[in-house]
């Protein structure tokens, strides 16, 4: 064992066995255990890490020439030393057969579902028009925060969410209610920092009141399952639900003078 | 504003607390309550109300109701049938939440110490808990062995000797003859629950779930515990182990994951299924399709009795054939479910549009593709299609013959074809499941309908209504899109570039290996070898 391990081409191995393990499995698998969300990476993804590792290792072989010559030396003797014929003729058949059968796995005919490209935060309109009344989205701001109780239209808004919000975005608004899963787009977290912490209180409303359907085609409209609210609230029904959401998740709605592009790509 | 009112509140309570706590020396109950108490209202009020008594504002919109902490009632417990939960108990609960209810897991939300102190508050609403009696968990022994033995006697006790099917049916499904009747001690009713999707039982799907529960009730519910059963000798342990592993097999092993493809499986030389219970379709692997109430347009649902179809496709080039398997205890409109279907709705009743139909209504499946296949990613509204872009669908009954095709611009808007019928169905309902095969040829003379194409993935959507839960119209069950692609006989060209590439593949390592061992001789190293001999 010990002896391999001192060989380059065994530490090579190592070095690159360790990497895939690192890539394919810490990736997904050690931040959560600090706390801090995760997924796999895709396996192109896998692919581009491992031969940028690879070119590493090959730079660091090569870079001293006792250590490439000792490099090279068991794949020289495996391709002309006679007393490893076997070895030789199995992998010459071997090696053939595995590129054929990974280059099949390439073209054969698979059973998937198109990709959709969807803007999750698509440019607003200007105006819309809201039970009859039309509102500039550009000024827009949220009457309720100049007005009355932050208690009251907290409770308010709590009302709204569990009478009508739950069953999707949850009641962690961690988007995980008990419909959630059998909605593609999932419904929203609100505790993601990718969601209402980077949008203004006028987009917000946009979004609840005019949902799915009031979409632009970039967003896919088609697909989401976000009710249009104007069929539902009043103007001051959404105004509470949103100052619950930005209370409850714990964020500050943007506000116009930091406001940049909203825009971005799932 | 408001947000820093309230975070100055929690720090106020913290202060107070930390303060009490370095003059006494420790945390007494009562500091951990000001947390338990600032968390619950936050979190768990919305639900189970601020006085416990479950009456919050989001109460009326779901069945089983969210719980009432004044009762001291609690299902999922470690200790013997009517006596009270260990805190470990409530925290795995809250932990883990109940799957297959809308009481959610909070593990991943909320601090140890929140959680830990919403177990002290949670028992706070009830005079039942006092600090002198400790309640103890049951002893547990461990899991047997199972097999196919084991799992028979199971089946036998589980329909003869323990009268499980007298409320599950004997296939699990929910369905037995007292089923109907089922109320909580809330007087609600209570479906027995559908054995065989283990992923949303209350208190957990595996074996060792199952038997706590059967040893320890869920009390508040019909389910009874067998401890008795045990006590008095009809049972042994052992044989309560079989009826565990015997209802963990009515299950998949494992919970189905999401699929967003099913799968048309080509027919190249046998025959298509000619029915619904054709052995055919036993080979066909199907994908499960998670369904939800319908919420979106008015008036909503949120009480579906489907929860996921089960659909399985098969074609042979020349026609399609779609099999939908879903549980659904009985064949609606059916008398001894009327009862049923009137608390039901009266429960779930929304605040708008126009009163459930009271009168006799049938279950009913709606399968949905687009009218035609979209060009690029635009696609119809998924429920029901829109103005510009129609649905066509196909549309089955339970207290009718045949099913219909038909078109939608929305919801409501449904129209059906006169004449003209190329879709044919045959349903069956046995031991509390519905499954419906519907059959037609990929492509038809008709204008107003989809023209299946091979190799595509076409959209495709499902709704379910079960008419004695108080289903019809825009009440009922939804999916979004998901896809129906059919298989492609695997083309000849396929095989070529892998072939090509294992050619070139071993011309290279031929060249390789006689360029290294001429190099070799030309040295003197040895003798002569030709590379492959």
């Not at chain 2, 054995?195 to 957990?204: H, M, R, S």
């Not at chain 2, 008095?232 to 299950?251: C, F, K, M, N, P």
């Not at chain 2, 190249?268 to 029915?275: F, T, V, W």
Request: glycine share 10%; net charge negative; proline share 7%.
């Amino acid at each position: 064992m010990g002896k391999y391990l001192k060989h380059p081409l065994g530490q090579a191995g190592v070095v690159l066995f360790l990497a895939y393990l690192l890539f394919d499995f810490g990736i997904a698998y050690i931040p959560p255990l600090f706390g801090i969300a995760s997924a796999p990476i895709p396996n192109s993804v896998l692919l581009q890490y491992l031969i940028t590792v690879s070119v590493g290792i090959l730079i660091w072989v090569s870079d001293n020439e006792a250590r490439w010559a000792e490099f090279k030396e068991p794949m020289h003797r495996v391709m002309v030393d006679p007393d490893l014929k076997t070895a030789r003729n199995s992998l010459m058949v071997l090696i053939p057969i595995l590129v054929a059968l990974m280059t099949f796995s390439q073209v054969r005919p698979t059973v998937a579902a198109p990709t959709t490209l969807r803007s999750i935060h698509p440019a607003p309109p200007g105006r819309i028009d809201f039970q009859g009344t039309t509102l500039e989205l550009g000024s827009l701001q949220n009457p309720l925060r100049s007005r009355g109780s932050m208690e009251e239209h907290y409770e308010e808004g709590k009302r709204v969410y569990y009478e009508n919000c739950i069953a999707c975005h949850g009641d962690g608004l961690d988007g995980q209610g008990h419909y959630a899963h059998a909605f593609s787009p999932v419904p929203v977290s609100f505790q993601d920092i990718g969601t209402i912490a980077q949008l203004t209180e006028s987009y917000v409303f946009w979004r609840v009141a005019k949902g799915g359907p009031g979409l632009p085609n970039e967003g896919a409209p088609w697909n989401s399952a976000m009710p249009a609210w104007e069929d539902f609230l009043t103007q001051d029904e959404i105004w509470s639900v949103i100052i619950f959401l930005y209370e409850q998740a714990g964020h500050e709605p943007r506000t116009f003078e930091e406001e940049g592009g909203e825009g971005e790509v799932e | 504003m408001m947000a820093v009112m309230t975070r100055w509140w929690a720090v106020a309570v913290w202060f107070a607390a930390a303060s009490a706590a370095l003059a006494s020396g420790s945390l007494s109950a009562q500091d951990g309550d000001a947390l338990g108490q600032v968390t619950y209202e936050r979190w768990c009020a919305g639900c189970h109300g601020l006085d416990g008594t479950g009456d919050g504002p989001g109460a009326g919109y779901m069945l089983p109701r969210p719980r009432d902490f004044t009762q001291a009632l609690y299902q999922i417990r470690t200790t013997a049938s009517g006596d009270l939960p260990t805190d470990d108990d409530i925290l795995a609960i809250i932990d883990r939440g109940m799957p297959g209810t809308t009481m959610p897991g909070w593990e991943a939300l909320l601090s140890n110490d929140e959680r830990e102190a919403l177990v002290q508050y949670l028992k706070t609403f009830s005079r039942f808990f006092s600090a002198d009696e400790i309640p103890q968990p049951l002893e547990f022994s461990r899991a047997t062995r199972s097999n196919a033995d084991v799992l028979a006697e199971g089946e036998r006790l589980f329909r003869e000797v323990a009268d499980c099917a007298a409320c599950h049916g004997d296939g699990g499904r929910g369905d037995g003859e007292s089923s109907p009747a089922l109320v909580d001690d809330g007087d609600f009713p209570i479906p027995a629950a559908d054995l065989t999707e283990n992923w949303l039982f209350n208190g957990g799907g595996e074996a060792e779930d199952i038997y706590r529960r059967l040893l320890t009730g869920l009390d508040g519910t019909p389910m009874p515990s067998l401890a008795d059963v045990i006590t008095a000798g009809v049972i042994t342990d052992e044989q309560l182990w079989a009826i565990a592993h015997y209802v963990r097999s009515l299950s998949p092993d494992n919970p189905p994951g999401i699929t967003e493809v099913v799968r048309g499986v080509l027919f190249e030389d046998a025959p298509l299924p000619s029915s619904v219970d054709d052995e055919a379709w036993d080979e066909i692997e199907g994908a499960y399709l998670p369904l939800a109430g319908q919420i979106i347009v008015m008036p909503r649902w949120f009480h579906p009795r489907v929860d996921g179809v089960w659909v399985q496709a098969a074609h042979d080039g020349e026609t399609v054939a779609v099999r939908v398997s879903w549980s659904d205890p009985n064949n609606s409109p059916d008398p001894e479910w009327a009862d049923w279907k009137s608390q039901v709705i009266a429960l779930m009743q929304p605040k708008e549009g126009d009163p459930p139909d009271e009168g006799p209504t049938p279950d009913q499946l709606v399968v949905q593709f687009p009218m035609q296949m979209p060009e690029g990613m635009e696609r119809p509204f998924f429920l029901r299609g829109d103005n510009r872009r129609p649905v066509y669908i196909w549309q089955w009954q339970s207290d009718r013959d045949g099913a219909l095709e038909g078109e939608a611009r929305g919801i409501g808007t449904e129209a059906f074809l006169s004449g003209g019928q190329d879709l044919t169905v045959d349903a069956s309902h046995a031991d509390g499941q519905w499954q419906v095969m519907f059959t037609r040829p990929l492509v038809t003379e008709d204008e107003n309908d989809l023209d299946f194409v091979i190799g595509e993935a076409i959209p495709m959507a499902l709704f379910a209504w079960d008419g004695d839960n108080g289903e019809s119209g825009t009440r009922g069950a939804v999916s979004s899109w998901y896809f129906l692609f059919l298989e492609e006989a695997t083309p000849a060209t396929v095989f070529v570039a892998p072939a090509l590439a294992m050619i070139l593949t071993a011309a290279l390592g031929f060249l390789v290996v006689g360029r290294a061992q001429k190099r070799e001789r030309q040295s003197g190293k040895i003798k002569s070898e030709t590379p492959n001999s």
